[in-house]
């Protein structure tokens, strides 16, 4: 069992679809992240959450809406997404509480296509 | 503002060769972290470092504070070492990551 699983690890929506990513860490870590890279660009981060609540949100639109239901499941919503929101979607988690103190460990991401 | 810059942005190299890619950043930060990313997208952390040197196999990972610069090389390099290196920086309240050196190990 990997540390850090994502599903989908491919997905393909319409701009007026409602569809879900999910990560899952099988690490007793803390904190969750959800990251986006789009092509030719570094890595940015869009939410943190520590212990189940949000402690950092990067002026995300609010056509991605994030879900920790608990410390080991994060989840991200998509919804009425546009094309340049197509990337490649990384969650991650570290034993931190969301300080960045710790050691990231990365699923292998959800490449996401918006038509 | 912090930012963070690595050199080079592409690099090709024959199988065996020593590795250097380096790393700098602008601030004063917590940790220094080193990590893979291989064509599929997933990401491995290779080191997190705060000070001096550490070694994994034939990865080295080394930072100077004072310089704000940090390095990895990768000794006998093998083509399974293709993948895009990443440096990133953390604080108490940000990580930045750089824009990623892109490696190419010939046989």
């Known amino acids: 069992e990997t540390g850090v699983t994502q599903t989908p690890r491919h997905l393909v929506m319409g701009m007026t679809n409602k569809k879900s990513l999910k990560c899952e860490q099988h690490l007793g870590h803390n904190a969750m992240y959800w990251y986006k890279q789009s092509a030719k660009k570094p890595l940015e981060l869009m939410f943190v959450?520590?212990?189940?609540?949000?402690?950092e949100n990067n002026s995300v639109p609010s056509r991605f809406s994030p879900e920790c239901p608990n410390s080991s499941h994060l989840f991200l919503h998509l919804h009425t997404l546009q094309p340049e929101d197509s990337a490649l979607y990384l969650c991650?988690?570290?034993?931190?509480?969301?300080?960045?103190?710790?050691?990231?460990?990365f699923g292998e991401g959800s490449r996401l296509t918006v038509l | 503002k912090n930012e963070v810059e690595q050199s080079p942005q592409n690099l090709t190299a024959q199988e065996g060769e020593f590795i250097t890619i380096n790393c700098s950043y602008s601030?004063?930060?917590?940790?220094l972290h080193w990590l893979q990313q291989h064509p599929g997208g997933g990401i491995v952390s290779l080191f997190m470092l705060s000070s001096g040197k550490k070694k994994h196999g034939r990865l080295i990972a080394t930072i100077n504070i004072q310089e704000k610069h940090s390095s990895l090389h990768i000794t006998a390099s093998h083509p399974r070492d293709s993948a895009v290196y990443i440096c990133a920086s953390t604080s108490y309240d940000k990580v930045i990551f750089g824009p990623g050196t892109s490696l190419s190990v010939i046989p």
């Open positions: 959450y520590s212990l189940e609540e949000r402690v």
């Open positions: 991650a988690s570290s034993q931190d509480g969301g300080h960045y103190t710790g050691e990231l460990f």
């Open positions: 601030v004063g930060i917590s940790a």
